[in-house]
C-alpha cells in the first residue's frame, strides 16, 4: 500500500475520508460515556460521584496511553512521507513495547493510590466503597488499554481509518449492551452494580483489541512489528518521548483541571462537584467529535510535513479548524437553548438540574473559540512540536483557568468557576494560533 496520495489527492474530500470515520467512532465513544454515566446514576447519585472522582485516575492511564500513542503516529507518518520504512517499523515495534511497560506501571500504580486519592475529595463511606469497587476493576485492563490504542493510532499513522473505526465501534457497541445486562443482572445474568459498568468497559475494550490484532495479521498493513526492532534504541525513544510526553501531559491535564476545580467546589457545594462530572460526560460529545477530525488530520500534517509540503500543511490546518468550528457551533446552540434537558438524563434533583443548567449556558460560551486551540494543539503535535503543543494544554487546563476559578469562586461562588472556562478558552486561542502560524512560519 503506497500512502503518496496524502500529499496527492485534494485537500477537503482526504481530509473528510480520513476523519469522517473518526468522527463517527468517537461519536459512538462519547454516546457509551454518556450512556454509561446514565445507567450509573441509576444506581445512586453517590455512584454518579464516585464515578466522577474515580475519573481523572482514569483519564491520566487513558491519557498516557493516547500521548504516547500520538508520539508514534507522528514519527510513523512522518517516516513515511520521507520515505524511511525502517524508521517507520522500528516507531512500530519499539512503541509497542513501551506501551506495554507503560500499562503494567500504571495498572499497579493506580490501584495502589486509589484509595488515598479519593479520600481527598470525600467522606462518604458509601462513595468511597463504591469509587474502590469501580476503579480496582477498571484499571486492572491498563495494559489492555495500552496495546489497544497504540494499534488505533498505528493504524491511523498509515490512512487505515476505517480499520480503526470499525475497532472502536464494535468496543463501543458491545459495552452499550452490557451495561445494563450487567449493571442490573437482565436475563441469567447477576446483578452486579458498579461493578457491572467496570466489568462492561473492560470487555469492550478487550474486544477493540482483538478485532486490531485480526487487522494487522489479515490486511498485512505496510509497516509491521518486527521482533527484532523490539529492544528501544535511543534515538528513536527520543523522537518517540518527544512527542509522546508533551502528548500524555497534554491529555492528562484535564484530570489536573477536574481534581482542582473539584477541591474549590466541594468547599462551595455538593452539586458542583455533579455538575463538573455531568458536564465532563457531556462535553466528550462535542470535544471528541473534534479530536476524531483531529485524529484524521494528525497523519495528513505529519505526511506533508516529512514530504516538506508546507503550504498544503497549512491548508490542511485552516480546513480542520473550520470542521472544528462547525462543531462547536452545534454545541454551543445545544447547550444554550435545552441545557435541562441534558440535566435530566443524569439527576432528578431539581435544584441540580436548575444550576446545571445555569451552568452549562455559561460554559458554552467558550466552545466556539475553543476550536483554535484544540486545532492548534493537534497540528503542533502533527508537526512534532510536542513542547509547543504542551505550553497551549498548560495555559488551557492550568495555569490561567485554575487560580482564576479559585478567585472568582471567592467573589460569586461556583459560578465563578464556570465563568473561568469560556475566559480561559478565549485567552488561551489567540496565543494557541500565534504559536502555531510561528512553528509553521520557521520552515
Known amino acids: 500500500m503506497e500512502q503518496t496520495y496524502m500529499k496527492e489527492k485534494p485537500i477537503l474530500p482526504l481530509l473528510l475520508s480520513m476523519a469522517a470515520p473518526m468522527i463517527l467512532s468517537m461519536l459512538v465513544n462519547s454516546l457509551y460515556n454518556i450512556i454509561d454515566s446514565i445507567f450509573v446514576a441509576k444506581i445512586s447519585e453517590d455512584a454518579m460521584t464516585a464515578l466522577s472522582l474515580v475519573f481523572p485516575i482514569q483519564n491520566v492511564v487513558n491519557s498516557v496511553a493516547v500521548g504516547f500513542g500520538i ?3 507522528v514519527m510513523i507518518a512522518f517516516c513515511l512521507g520521507a520515505d524511511q520504512r525502517e524508521q517507520a517499523d522500528k516507531a512500530a515495534s519499539q512503541g509497542m513495547f513501551l506501551s506495554i511497560v507503560h500499562g503494567i506501571i500504571l495498572s499497579i500504580t493506580g490501584i495502589l493510590i486509589m484509595p488515598s486519592f479519593l479520600k481527598l475529595f470525600t467522606n462518604n463511606q458509601d462513595t468511597l466503597s463504591l469509587g474502590l469497587r469501580y476503579s480496582n476493576i477498571v484499571l486492572l485492563f491498563s495494559i489492555i488499554i495500552h496495546v489497544e490504542i497504540t494499534f488505533e493510532k498505528y493504524f491511523q499513522a498509515m490512512g487505515m481509518m476505517v480499520v480503526s473505526m470499525l475497532s472502536m465501534l464494535c468496543g ?17 445474568f447477576p446483578r452486579l452494580g458498579i461493578e457491572g459498568a467496570a466489568i462492561a468497559t473492560g470487555i469492550g475494550q478487550c474486544s477493540t ?5 485480526l487487522f494487522y495479521i489479515f490486511k498485512k498493513p505496510p509497516v509491521t512489528i518486527r521482533k527484532h526492532l523490539l529492544r528501544p ?9 518527544g512527542v509522546g510526553i508533551p502528548g500524555a501531559l497534554n491529555m492528562a491535564l484535564p484530570s489536573l483541571l477536574i481534581s482542582a476545580l473539584n477541591g474549590i467546589l466541594a468547599s462551595i457545594s455538593e452539586s458542583g462537584v455533579i455538575i463538573l462530572g ?4 457531556l462535553q466528550t460529545f462535542l470535544y471528541l467529535s473534534v479530536n476524531g477530525m483531529i485524529q484524521g488530520m494528525r497523519p495528513l500534517m505529519g505526511y506533508n510535513y516529512g514530504a ?11 480546513l480542520a479548524l473550520t470542521i472544528a468550528i462547525g462543531i462547536m457551533t452545534a454545541g454551543t446552540l445545544l447547550f444554550m437553548f435545552t441545557p435541562e434537558t441534558f440535566m435530566k438524563m443524569f439527576t432528578t434533583q431539581e435544584t441540580t438540574i436548575a444550576a446545571g443548567a445555569s451552568a452549562l449556558r455559561i460554559i458554552s460560551c467558550g466552545f466556539i473559540v475553543s476550536s483554535v486551540s484544540v486545532v492548534s494543539s493537534g497540528a503542533l503535535e502533527a508537526l512534532g512540536k510536542g ?11 492550568l495555569v490561567i483557568i485554575v487560580p482564576l476559578a479559585f478567585v472568582l469562586s471567592r467573589f460569586i461562588g461556583a ?3 464556570w465563568h473561568s472556562f469560556w475566559i480561559t478558552e478565549t485567552v488561551t486561542a489567540f496565543v494557541a494560533y500565534g504559536i502555531y502560524r510561528k512553528a509553521l512560519r520557521n520552515k
Open 233 to 241: 534504541e535511543k534515538n528513536v525513544c527520543i523522537r518517540l518521548y
Open 387 to 397: 513542547n509547543e503543543s504542551l505550553v497551549v494544554s498548560l495555559l488551557r487546563y
Open 71 to 73: 508520539g508514534i503516529n
Open 209 to 213: 483489541l482483538l478485532i486490531y490484532i
Open 308 to 318: 516538506k509540503e508546507y503550504r498544503r500543511v497549512n491548508k490542511i490546518y485552516r
Open 172 to 188: 463501543c457497541i458491545l459495552n452499550i449492551i452490557l451495561d445494563p445486562v450487567l449493571i442490573f443482572g437482565i436475563g441469567p
Open 415 to 417: 459560578n465563578g468557576v
Open 278 to 281: 455531568i458536564y465532563y460526560k
